[in-house]
């Protein structure tokens, strides 16, 4: 305690909370650029037409996520235990910068063949393995700084970081794509040929900075104090996952909290922008507004979570925040179909019109005919359709089938859309903005970073990271019903609730000094 | 509460080896329909994944069942004895 004392004067908790936050949130940025450009990224280095590269694509996505991100937590968690937390999320800082800038400057695969799936792949594994290891690190470094009964409040600006990465990724790239030249369908063309790769580069300055003010910092006092006092633990992981008392609290803060965290947060913040741009036909542009509104009006729900925790405690807050995504993900989803429908409105025929272009298709005698019809409904929805197809020697110019569609909302109704996406942040923010502090409280300094970390991953790289690939699985499995994906999240939210409910405790850890 | 806490470990006991099964039987179904290398992986890295997950869980509602969480521990000292 007097260690404590003594660093804080060195070491002022808002400097603690600085240095944390601003290089887990860059973290972020990074692994969320790759999933954002992730169709970009495809056409740039797996081309769908070789199926050794489509299946390396398969696996960057699959592996990164749900396999090497628990795997980092490992790690990196017995790394921090046994090295210290300071040096610990400083290397997954650097591995995930240099990875991220790495991926930007990765030839493609016109240029280098199979070289450019397979550095990529690796990339993204180093990626995903230093996320493994940096949450639970950082969460831990504020925890351990911060004073008693402010542990939810001082903790809940970690929290914040996961979401603020996730909107800085999507300013960067609604920045980039709309800047590169005056006319906005060139840039848009400029940023899916070169300019997807400025976001990763980017990267690499956020790193230099986030670097330089954690070299600044000094160890957790926690840690130093279980240093200087040899208490450190041999075998981490041993202790972590084969001891019964610790292991039984590892096993309780998966099923009764971490796992019905992990699907609230993926489906306000990833499956919400799934569905309004693939079942709502939301144009690119507007679904990713939406979700920057959303997430910025939000986001001060974490610090405001966290400190109530302080006061009533972690349990029912996170309990509350999991129960009311339960009831309500049905009435909001079909709420944003309602929003964003076109069924039996009438378009009006003067400010309707057809578009068509015809481009040469290659090296042969045949053209491209685009069409692309733009409608605007009589609820102020404009729906445009943009059809493809290829004009042979001796056809009328028209293109057949269906195109893609996309909507755009009037603005009554993008506010409207904008409030949905809100609440479903708020409950993110429910469950998400006390947790770290309750994860650092159930367990014991000298293997609290391997403790916390593993389930922290599973629970929203496993079940969380899942969400967006079981909703849209159910959906093909049961056509028909738009909203069938939903029963994932409450599925799992609903047994983590009983669980939670039943077997974990709302104490407050007085003293996480033990 | 405590005599529902280990009736409950049944019902998670129980939980870990369905949903085994269900994710089994759907992997089958799903590859059978579209048997392409991409399914073949997505599915065999659920299964993997989840495997010691539905594992896990099998030890929660044992260790339920058994009343290991009863009563919680409220020191580092007692998750550190063992």
Redesign the interface.
């Known amino acids: 305690m007097q260690l404590q004392q003594q660093d804080q004067a060195a070491n002022p908790i808002w400097k603690v909370i600085g240095a944390s936050s601003v290089g887990t949130l860059i973290e972020w940025y990074d692994f969320y650029i790759f999933g954002s450009l992730a169709p970009i990224i495809a056409a740039q280095f797996f081309p769908q037409t070789n199926p050794t590269a489509a299946l390396l694509a398969t696996l960057a996505t699959f592996a990164a996520g749900f396999i090497v991100r628990p795997f980092g937590a490992l790690v990196f968690g017995r790394l921090g235990d046994l090295v210290g937390r300071k040096y610990t999320f400083l290397l997954t800082l650097i591995l995930m910068g240099g990875s991220t800038f790495a991926i930007g400057l990765v030839p493609g695969y016109e240029r280098i063949g199979f070289a450019a799936p397979i550095i990529v792949l690796l990339l993204r594994l180093i990626q995903g393995l230093a996320l493994g290891g940096e949450y639970g690190g950082a969460a831990t470094y504020v925890a351990e700084h911060a004073p008693d009964g402010k542990r939810g409040y001082y903790t809940s600006w970690i929290q914040t970081t996961a979401t603020l990465g996730l909107l800085l990724s999507l300013g960067v790239i609604l920045g980039t794509r709309s800047s590169l030249d005056p006319d906005a369908t060139i840039s848009v063309q400029k940023f899916e040929e070169w300019g997807w790769r400025i976001p990763f580069l980017l990267s690499i300055l956020l790193v230099g900075v986030s670097v330089y003010i954690r070299l600044r910092m000094k160890e957790s006092p926690l840690f130093t104090e279980i240093k200087a006092s040899g208490k450190i633990s041999k075998n981490p992981l041993r202790e972590s996952f084969v001891h019964r008392a610790n292991l039984k609290m590892v096993l309780l803060a998966l099923f009764g909290m971490v796992m019905g965290q992990g699907v609230v947060w993926y489906t306000g913040q990833f499956y919400a922008q799934t569905f309004m741009e693939n079942v709502c036909r939301l144009d690119f542009g507007q679904t990713r507004t939406i979700l920057i509104w959303a997430i910025v009006l939000a986001t001060p729900g974490f610090i405001l979570f966290g400190w109530l925790s302080d006061r009533i405690g972690r349990k029912w807050i996170m309990l509350l925040g999991m129960f009311l995504a339960i009831i309500s993900y049905r009435p909001i989803y079909q709420q944003m179909l309602a929003i964003s429908d076109t069924k039996g409105m009438t378009a009006d025929p003067a400010r309707g019109r057809v578009d068509r272009t015809i481009l040469p298709a290659g090296n042969s005698d045949h053209s491209l005919v685009n069409v692309t019809t733009i409608a605007q409904f009589d609820n102020g929805i404009i729906e445009k359709e943009v059809r493809k197809d290829t004009l042979y020697l001796s056809e009328k110019p028209t293109a057949k089938g269906k195109g893609k569609i996309s909507r755009t909302l009037p603005s009554g109704r993008y506010w409207q859309m904008i409030g949905l996406v809100f609440i479903q942040i708020m409950f993110v923010t429910m469950v998400y903005g006390p947790i770290a502090a309750f994860l650092v409280e159930l367990f014991p300094t000298r293997i609290r970073y391997t403790s916390m970390s593993l389930p922290y991953h599973i629970g929203n790289g496993v079940f969380g990271g899942l969400t967006p690939f079981i909703a849209l699985l159910l959906t093909t499995i049961r056509q028909g019903d738009p909203l069938v994906g939903l029963w994932y999240p409450i599925g799992v939210a609903t047994v983590c609730l009983i669980i939670g409910t039943l077997y974990v405790s709302n104490r407050i850890d007085p003293n996480v000094n033990d | ?1 405590n005599t ?2 280990r009736l ?1 470990g049944w019902i ?1 006991m129980a ?1 870990a080896p369905a949903a085994v099964w269900l994710l089994a039987n ?1 992997a089958h179904s ?1 590859i059978a329909r579209n048997p392409t ?2 399914t073949r ?2 599915w065999t ?2 299964i ?3 495997i010691p ?1 539905a594992f ?2 099998l ?2 509602g044992w ?2 069942w058994k009343g ?2 009863d009563r ?11």
């Open positions: 509460m529902l806490k409950a998670w939980l759907t799903e290398m991409d992986i997505q890295v659920f993997l994944v989840f997950i896990g869980l030890l929660f260790f339920a290991e969480y919680l521990p409220e020191s580092s000292a007692e998750v550190a004895e063992d």
